[in-house]
């Protein structure tokens, strides 16, 4: 789409509309769970775009829009890797598609990174950004090699295709991009914003809570969770608000340092306060749910009553969590229930909770098999679904446990 490559495609059969729905949801555009500031992040594949010739463009933008739909009630960001396209499509259907995206597109978008640029790419994307919106000109980012991707968002969250590992050779004459995203550079190597090992944030949770919890729940998180139960239950988009990355580092790092905010003198409020708090799981060293647990995670789906998905979780799962993981889990989902209660005010039912938090709260080394897990219903992986049911039936859950 941005390197400009073959322009006469050959000829190819026509692709049906479920089939390139299917390649805009599993290729062209993957969700890659959420950046250093617990942020969605949503990658674009230009390398993945389909024969022009057989596919039906103005249906393919249809179907990335509907894509797109999924993300823009939430602040979020955009990944788009530009390098590696077979196939251009005409600069008319480029226009569209720029020209497509309303105010409600670019409102949450926090940030569009745009990977392996080219001076074509930049002349497109500056050019249309302009006419769309100077505004939205300011959010993009050129981001030259995987390396330097690494210190904006979680590499080993992101796929990444081997022609795109090819291509990063030629922009850097020593490629670190492997390393980058299978070990430390995806944590930001050479960026100390995004360090996540601290005395507070990244910290095992044995350190800040003790073996069985006995040191009880840690300061940040009885901090943030008593001022948003207190000052935000009726707030719209709980959650889905990022507050501005200087006073987001300010107030992590006053924890680091054992100083209490009072985040109703603090100039983001609610939205400091809820950005904090899912920066805490997010920076937990090891996740509410890892990996080991996601075959009983996904041993929900063959529940499908509520009585017997409550029973499931009771016996099956929240005896496999730590005491202060079980703590902690415990005492974050009671809040969520509290928003889910209010969801008429503030628009966060639990799914939408659970959109915003499961990246937070279940994750591995394989960025598509937590996609899959995070989901809920019968399609999904099962840590969704009991994320949904915890925050729905969180009384039946925990205090009908004992």
Same mark, same amino acid.
């Given at each position: 789409?941005?390197?400009?490559?073959?322009?006469?495609?050959?000829?190819?059969?026509?692709?049906?509309?479920?089939?390139?729905?299917?390649?805009?949801?599993?290729?062209?555009?993957?969700?890659?769970?959420?950046?250093?500031?617990?942020?969605?992040?949503?990658?674009?594949?230009?390398?993945?775009?389909?024969?022009?010739?057989?596919?039906?463009?103005?249906?393919?933008?249809?179907?990335?829009?509907?894509?797109?739909?999924?993300?823009?009630?939430?602040?979020?960001?955009?990944?788009?890797?530009?390098?590696? /396209?077979?196939?251009?499509?005409?600069?008319?259907?480029?226009?569209?598609?720029?020209?497509?995206?309303?105010?409600?597109?670019?409102?949450?978008?926090?940030?569009?990174?745009?990977?392996?640029?080219?001076?074509?790419?930049?002349?497109?994307?500056?050019?249309?950004?302009?006419?769309?919106?100077?505004?939205? %000109?300011?959010?993009?980012?050129?981001?030259?090699?995987?390396?330097?991707?690494?210190?904006?968002?979680?590499?080993?969250?992101?796929?990444?295709?081997?022609?795109?590992?090819? +291509?990063?050779?030629?922009?850097?004459?020593?490629?670190?991009?492997?390393?980058?995203?299978?070990? %430390?550079?995806?944590?930001?190597?050479?960026?100390?914003?995004?360090?996540?090992?601290?005395?507070?944030?990244?910290?095992?949770?044995?350190?800040?809570?003790?073996?069985?919890?006995?040191?009880?729940?840690?300061?940040?998180?009885?901090?943030?969770?008593?001022?948003?139960?207190?000052?935000?239950?009726?707030?719209?988009?709980?959650?889905?608000?990022?507050?501005?990355?200087?006073?987001?580092?300010?107030?992590?790092?006053?924890?680091?340092?054992?100083?209490?905010?009072?985040?109703?003198?603090?100039?983001?409020?609610?939205?400091?306060?809820?950005?904090?708090?899912?920066?805490?799981?997010?920076?937990?060293?090891?996740?509410?749910?890892?990996?080991?647990?996601?075959?009983?995670?996904?041993?929900?789906? /063959?529940?499908?009553?509520?009585?017997?998905? +409550?029973?499931? +979780?009771?016996?099956? +799962?929240?005896?496999?969590?730590?005491?202060?993981?079980?703590?902690?889990?415990?005492?974050?989902?009671?809040?969520?229930?509290?928003?889910?209660?209010?969801?008429?005010?503030?628009?966060?039912?639990?799914?939408?909770?659970?959109?915003?938090?499961?990246?937070?709260?279940?994750?591995?080394?394989?960025?598509?098999?937590?996609?899959?897990?995070?989901?809920?219903?019968?399609?999904?992986?099962?840590?969704?679904?009991?994320?949904?049911?915890?925050?729905?039936?969180?009384?039946?859950?925990?205090?009908?446990?004992?």
């Amino acid at each position: 789409m941005f390197s400009f490559g073959s322009s006469s495609a050959p000829l190819a059969p026509p692709i049906s509309d479920s089939d390139l729905k299917e390649i805009v949801h599993d290729r062209i555009l993957r969700q890659a769970g959420v950046d250093y500031e617990a942020r969605p992040i949503l990658c674009f594949y230009a390398c993945q775009l389909p024969n022009p010739r057989g596919a039906d463009y103005d249906v393919l933008l249809r179907f990335m829009m509907e894509k797109l739909d999924e993300f823009v009630e939430s602040d979020y960001v955009l990944v788009m890797f530009s390098a590696g /396209a077979e196939y251009t499509p005409s600069w008319k259907w480029m226009y569209k598609a720029y020209a497509g995206l309303s105010r409600k597109y670019r409102k949450n978008l926090k940030h569009l990174y745009v990977v392996h640029p080219n001076f074509w790419s930049k002349l497109l994307i500056q050019t249309m950004a302009m006419i769309v919106s100077p505004k939205f %000109a300011r959010k993009i980012a050129w981001v030259y090699n995987l390396t330097a991707l690494a210190r904006v968002v979680p590499l080993k969250q992101v796929y990444i295709p081997e022609i795109l590992y090819k +291509i990063d050779e030629s922009y850097q004459p020593r490629s670190s991009s492997r390393q980058a995203a299978t070990g %430390a550079g995806a944590g930001g190597t050479s960026s100390t914003t995004h360090t996540t090992t601290g005395r507070v944030f990244g910290a095992p949770l044995v350190h800040l809570m003790g073996t069985t919890g006995e040191k009880g729940i840690p300061l940040v998180v009885r901090d943030t969770t008593q001022y948003i139960f207190s000052h935000g239950l009726d707030t719209e988009g709980l959650f889905r608000r990022s507050p501005s990355s200087v006073e987001l580092q300010e107030t992590k790092m006053a924890y680091e340092n054992d100083t209490s905010v009072d985040f109703s003198k603090a100039g983001g409020g609610v939205h400091l306060a809820c950005g904090v708090l899912k920066s805490f799981f997010r920076d937990m060293p090891d996740p509410v749910f890892g990996e080991a647990m996601y075959d009983v995670l996904k041993g929900i789906t /063959a529940h499908t009553t509520p009585e017997s998905q +409550i029973l499931y +979780i009771r016996t099956h +799962i929240l005896p496999l969590l730590s005491p202060p993981v079980l703590l902690l889990f415990r005492h974050l989902t009671q809040l969520l229930y509290q928003v889910h209660l209010h969801a008429n005010q503030n628009r966060m039912t639990a799914r939408n909770l659970v959109i915003v938090w499961a990246p937070n709260l279940i994750r591995s080394d394989h960025p598509l098999r937590d996609l899959e897990m995070c989901g809920t219903g019968q399609g999904g992986g099962g840590g969704g679904t009991v994320l949904v049911v915890v925050i729905e039936r969180w009384k039946q859950v925990f205090e009908e446990s004992g």
